[in-house]
């Protein structure tokens, strides 16, 4: 009943080249990483023992992980659609460098209006009398790519009835963002449904060989736009959850693609000979990933935790605290990290967080357009997302691309939080 437009910077932002290309460059690699790590059972036991333990929402993830793996599983073609986030740190000498915050394999948003935000900033710098400006803007449109994996599943899953399933939250702000993408596989002939889980647990079925249906209609892809915060779950969807799950159709993510792109997993991907050990031969890729780390820390019961929870109480702005969450407006920073620490340092439950060093990118002059908003001139900072696509059939890699990038900008006063959370607005990378 209400529409909105979504917020954006009046301008472009500066960004650097270089770090541009190199986000681009290592994408590909995190596919592949993404896509090992959900494929092995055993680290993911060992990284999430700790975690299910004391964060209930991760451990219900998990046992439908595992009930899945224990039945076989019907799924025989895999599609990821993820977005790796990064930061430009300054460091000591103010020379920045590429940090990745999180790499999010769930319901990764905002590949539909970025493509249009380019089109917008290019008009604004016309405007201005700045035409050559313009043309330097580079054409995105995350949207085709998202869509060409989807399609690619669907075409691999095998069936020319089968629809796509989008699977959405009760109340949709971010609908357009969404429709971008659907529009796309409208264009290919390709059928989408939107349900929500409580549809799926009303009217979803299988049949014998495992095929899902909804309201009689066979579906080839399920595409989650929603599911990744706990939220999103009652009963009724966790049963929802537990039958798409245990279906043929393609899922995006499948549940063990959504447990790799846990905190705790991130953490311990930071871990020496980690990365080694679950791309083994692939030492160019394992260094371009390293080279993007910022410092993780692990939280675990015992000496090294201890020590590290002690020294982030005692320094507690070079850190952040991070729950095993998705979708923004979650993280501890400053004194509200401290006193969260030390209510929990003795508790198991300090184990369902982890630590990263805290980036300090260089801030710049923008305003930011917001509905119902005063027009200023605010000190702001950028977070640039590299979308990937990925799919495998077996185990055989059909399709690895990055497909496309996002630029959010915030005020620097708002630590934490993305567009959809009401504190970033959407951006275009000027390159320098």
Request: proline content about 4%; glycine content about 8%.
């Amino acid at each position: 009943q209400v529409v909105n437009y979504a917020p954006f910077t009046l301008l472009p932002s500066a960004v650097p080249s270089a770090l541009f290309q190199q986000a681009y460059a290592v994408q590909q690699d995190f596919n592949l990483l993404v896509d090992a790590i959900s494929q092995n059972k055993e680290f993911l036991e060992h990284t999430l023992a700790s975690t299910i333990k004391v964060d209930d929402f991760t451990a219900r993830l998990f046992s439908i992980y595992m009930q899945v793996l224990e039945e076989g599983l019907a799924q025989s073609v895999f599609l990821g659609i993820n977005r790796s986030d990064y930061m430009f740190d300054c460091g000591v000498d103010g020379t920045p460098s590429l940090k990745q915050i999180e790499i999010n394999t769930i319901a990764a948003s905002f590949g539909g209006l970025t493509s249009r935000t380019a089109a917008v900033h290019g008009q604004v710098l016309k405007v201005l009398g700045k035409s050559e400006e313009a043309s330097r803007l580079l054409p995105n449109n995350p949207s085709k790519g998202l869509a060409l994996g989807i399609a690619k599943a669907w075409e691999l899953y095998g069936s020319q009835s089968a629809v796509v399933m989008f699977l959405v939250e009760e109340v949709q702000r971010n609908i357009f963002d969404q429709r971008c993408v659907e529009n796309e596989l409208w264009n290919r002939n390709i059928r989408v449904i939107r349900k929500r889980f409580r549809d799926v647990f009303e009217k979803g079925s299988l049949d014998d060989a495992k095929r899902l249906y909804m309201d009689g209609q066979e579906v080839a892809v399920v595409y989650y736009r929603e599911g990744y915060v706990p939220k999103n779950y009652d009963q009724q969807n966790w049963e929802a959850r537990l039958l798409l799950e245990r279906s043929r159709a393609v899922k995006c993510p499948d549940i063990a693609t959504q447990l790799a792109g846990t905190k705790k997993v991130q953490q311990e991907l930071s871990r020496p000979g980690t990365l080694e050990g679950l791309l083994p031969g692939r030492a160019e890729a394992v260094a371009r990933m390293r080279a993007t780390f910022a410092g993780l820390y692990s939280l675990d019961l015992g000496e090294e935790g201890d020590k590290i929870a002690a020294m982030a109480i005692a320094d507690p702005d070079r850190f952040v605290l991070k729950p095993q969450r998705e979708g923004g407006g979650n993280n501890l920073y400053g004194e509200e990290l401290r006193q969260v620490l030390e209510k929990i340092r003795d508790s198991p439950e300090r184990t369902s967080y982890i630590l990263m060093d805290k980036i300090k990118p260089q801030p710049a002059k923008n305003y930011l357009l917001r509905a119902h908003s005063p027009l200023q001139v605010s000190e702001c900072i950028s977070e640039l997302g590299i979308f990937g696509v990925y799919v495998r059939q077996g185990k055989e890699m059909v399709m690895n691309e990055a497909a496309g990038h996002l630029l959010r900008t915030k005020a620097i006063e708002h630590a934490d939080g993305g567009v959809a959370a009401g504190v970033a607005v959407l951006d275009t990378p000027y390159l320098v």
